[in-house]
């Protein structure tokens, strides 16, 4: 129980600091994605900005709002609460993580790093949404742990652009490769540690004794 507090605590620290981060860095002091964008050399197509920034905000606004409600929904108080509101903001997190994908597929032809950036992000495109809509179909039918597992393996997509960040300024100011380099080493790196972590996070909590057991409900 404290194991899981404590980890509830870990979690919410991490996802909160980076939604700020993500909204003050993207919406106040770099709004035009300058520093991001000077990495990219050599686009094999013609990159239209207000249309690619504009897409980018939406990107990141429903990636902030996925953030925020699939972290929320985690909060045993929040669930006990009400069942109801826990539904509804299931639905928001869905809703968002099927916008980020939608304004990824936009962004994914025009990546750092070429062709083999885009055919990452695209992979992640679909097995997100693929993993968020399974953890939907166990609760439909009532699988209450392989719900909650589908959705730790979901919410750990929402740390993709941190994950990418954190492997690229490695590569790239650690190691000294060239950016683009890094950045597709940072995109397939976080592709094995979004899989992985969730793999050990759900094996270490393993099965909680309420919702293994659940009470009857009317
Ligand atoms: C949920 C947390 C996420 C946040 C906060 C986020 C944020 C951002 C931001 C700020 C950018 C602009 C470039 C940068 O500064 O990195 C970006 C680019 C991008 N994101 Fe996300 N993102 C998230 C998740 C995802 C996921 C899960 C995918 C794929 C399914 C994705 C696909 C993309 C693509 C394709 C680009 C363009 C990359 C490029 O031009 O090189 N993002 N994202």
Known sequence: MKKRKTLYGLLAGVSILFILYALAKNFVFDPAAEGFLSHKTGLKRELNLPVWLNVMYV????????????????????????RKLHRINGYVYIVSVLLVVLTSGYMAPYATGGKISSIGFNLLNMVWPLITITALIQIK????????????????????NLLIHLITSLFHQGFGLVYATSYTIGLYGSMVLLLVIPYILIRKIGPSREIANPPRMM
């Open 59 to 82: 990107h990141v606004a429903f990636a902030c709002i996925a953030m925020a409600s699939g972290l929320l929904n985690f909060s045993k108080r929040f669930f006990e609460k009400s």
């Open 141 to 160: 039918k009532k699988r209450m742990i392989r719900h909650r597992n589908w959705m730790i393996r979901s919410y750990a997509f929402c740390f993709t």
